[in-house]
């Protein structure tokens, strides 16, 4: 496990840097420094989300108006969101997600093996790219490779953050 | 007994109502006094009937649920412009935390416009919660939507345009109308990325 509060820091700050002014998150522990930052940060539009899918449409609706944004969700929220990601693959809209996974490395929770396993292979195959990051030097280059995937591609790009960048948790 | 709403298909009394066809045009006025986000199938057609292909609305063909997150997305991009998000009974139910989620996010110039007909136009007509006793407008007071209306009758029309345009929203129009079928705009562009440009070229001025 890494130490999140060096890695979530500096990733939050490179997201501002690179223009996102609007985070959209379900809570999980693993973004827990980014929620924090971007609740404390008046310059930036910081939106709870009731599950996960709105956050897609959001991202929409916000580069609709020349903005840009991120969703931070848990891997459980993947599956809720594979309709809605329908609309960022029909209509190439720059979408960026940070995923928390849970259901792999080390899960101890049997209820978050099979949502976890199914990740990857549920976003592929709704058109969205997948980037995953194990160490914390990797954050920041990933970060930055996804960004200009979606932002200069056109694409939906997840970074998935991975149990053995932040720990299995124990039951 | 089961909900008579339940069951009886048609026998809920929209049928008394007003055609969506008359009602939202006068009820919407000026399309140019907002940014648009049309939700899929009935207000899709209602908003295209307003002016077909507006490059001030982006009009959904599918992503059911999408129609009032993405207004979100708009308002808070664009705060000092007023968003109009049109959506059906039927696609608002799909994603009605949404609903908290517009009070969560602060926006205040944003309104929703909900095209009640109490059914699934697109699949048949078959009836929705609506008909079965969901009342919307208690639901979007329940999620703390500051200003509501319903509207039934022509005269109150007036009110809800007003509505529309109140910059201390977010705002919540809950339009009940019959089950006659929305008029199809002749034309339709189902090319998404083609709306897409063309809604950031007309606000932004580049694609």
């Known amino acids: 496990m890494t130490d999140q509060t060096v890695w979530g820091n500096q990733l939050y700050d490179h997201l501002v840097e690179y223009g996102v002014s609007l985070f959209a998150y379900v809570p999980d522990a693993g973004h827990k420094v980014m929620i924090q930052r971007s609740l404390d940060d008046p310059s930036v539009a910081s939106v709870p989300l009731t599950t996960e ?6 991202a929409a609706g916000a580069y609709l108006c020349g903005g840009k944004s991120v969703l931070l969700m848990q891997s459980s929220g993947v599956g809720n969101c594979i309709n809605m990601l329908s609309l960022i693959a029909f209509a190439r809209f720059p979408f960026v997600t940070f995923v928390s996974m849970r259901g792999e490395f080390g899960e101890q929770n049997p209820w978050q093996i099979a949502m976890g396993q199914a990740v990857r292979p549920s976003l592929e195959s709704i058109g969205t790219l997948c980037l995953s990051v194990e160490q914390a030097e990797d954050v920041i280059p990933t970060a930055d490779a996804a960004l200009g995937m979606a932002y200069k591609s056109q694409c939906g790009v997840a970074v998935l953050l991975s149990q053995k960048l932040l720990g299995a948790k124990a039951f | 007994m089961a909900n008579t709403g339940a069951n009886t298909g048609t026998d809920t009394g929209s049928n008394l109502r007003m055609h969506r066809s008359d009602v939202v045009p006068q009820l919407v006025g000026d399309n140019r006094d907002f940014l648009i986000i049309a939700g899929l199938a009935g207000t899709a057609k209602d908003i295209e009937g307003l002016e077909l292909g507006a490059d001030n609305a982006f009009v959904l063909g599918g992503a059911m649920g999408a129609a009032v997150s993405t207004g979100i997305g708009l308002a808070v991009m664009q705060p000092d412009r007023q968003v109009l998000v049109a959506t059906g009974d039927g696609e608002l139910l799909m994603n009605i935390g949404a609903l908290a989620t517009v009070v969560a996010s602060g926006v205040e110039r944003f309104s929703i416009l909900c095209v009640d007909n109490e059914r699934y136009g697109e699949t048949g007509n078959q009836i929705t919660h609506t008909s079965m006793g969901t009342d919307l407008a208690a639901v979007a007071r329940g999620f703390g ?19 529309l345009r109140r910059a201390d929203g977010p705002n919540f129009v809950h339009l009940k109308v019959n089950d006659g079928p929305p008029t199809r705009p002749p034309g339709r562009s189902w090319d998404a990325v083609e709306r897409k440009l063309a809604f950031r070229k007309a606000l932004l001025g580049h694609s």
């Open chain 2, 145 to 163: 939507i500051k200003n509501v209306l319903t509207v039934t009758a022509e005269d109150e029309i007036p009110a809800a345009n007003a509505m």
């Open chain 1, 53 to 58: 899918e709105e956050g897609v449409a959001m």
